[in-house]
């Protein structure tokens, strides 16, 4: 199993330019989450989902969206990047359990200009 | 709303132990998670608490006291890889296992 795999690994936007980050997980896993991640700092939640065609909100959702229509894949788009988007990307997924653990991709490291 | 705080340093030598708190304020609480996070790497899960007490793997232990809105993260016989940020995370009331992720724990592990 690859787990959850994310692209790309690094990306450089001018500001107002738009983007997908890819995520894709293989281990069936009914939730799928979107953090960011500023330098020295934990992770916030952007958009979360808890199955195919269901999304919801997390803390930071503002700039971004996402959809879910396959249990695999979980895309975050960002429209009119600004400079504040500057952030470690991470998707992470986990099975439906009581306090489940979040399997992690390795990021994406994305700069705005 | 939710509020978590942990040292944001711990220097501790190889062979030793050492000890990482984590105090929170939420409403709706349901667990406390930890992950270890090596620089430029991605997180991976530690442990989960839902109820007072320790929990044991191996190295790691970790304690929860939902009275006292507290856990802490202990690692025994430090290495020098386990040099990294430790966070902890509330999960959150509401459905699809949310978490709230502290600010974390950089850990140096010296000789």
């Known amino acids: 199993n690859a787990g959850v795999t994310q692209t790309p690994k690094f990306r450089i936007l001018k500001i107002g330019q738009s983007m997908t980050l890819q995520c894709t997980q293989d281990?069936?896993?009914?939730?799928m989450y979107w953090y960011r991640q500023d330098p020295g700092m934990g992770l916030k939640l952007i958009y979360y989902?808890?199955?195919?065609?269901?999304?919801d909100k997390g803390e930071v959702p503002n700039g971004y969206n996402v959809s879910r229509s396959t249990t695999e894949d979980f895309p975050l788009r960002l429209e009119l990047a600004a400079p504040s988007q500057t952030s470690v990307y991470f998707c992470?997924?986990?099975?439906?359990?009581?306090?489940?653990?979040?399997?992690f991709g390795p990021g994406t490291r994305l700069t705005v200009l | 709303g939710q509020s978590l705080e942990q040292p944001s340093e711990v220097t501790a030598v190889e062979g030793a132990i050492v000890q990482m708190n984590c105090t929170y304020q939420?409403?709706?609480?349901?667990?406390l998670s930890w992950y270890q996070q090596h620089d430029g790497g991605a997180p991976t899960f530690l442990s989960y608490?839902?109820?007072?007490g320790l929990e044991e793997t191996g190295r790691f232990s970790s304690f929860l006291s939902r009275s006292d809105s507290y856990g802490y993260l202990l690692l025994q016989e430090l290495q020098m890889k386990d040099s990294a940020s430790y966070f902890c995370?509330?999960?959150?009331?509401?459905?699809?296992?949310?978490?709230?992720f502290g600010t974390g724990t950089q850990l140096k592990v010296e000789l």
């Open positions: 992470a997924s986990s099975y439906k359990g009581e306090g489940a653990e979040q399997f």
């Open positions: 281990m069936n896993h009914n939730y």
């Open positions: 989902s808890v199955g195919a065609g269901i999304t």
């Open positions: 939420t409403s709706g609480f349901y667990g």
């Open positions: 608490n839902a109820l007072d």
């Open positions: 995370a509330v999960r959150r009331a509401g459905g699809g296992n949310k978490l709230t």
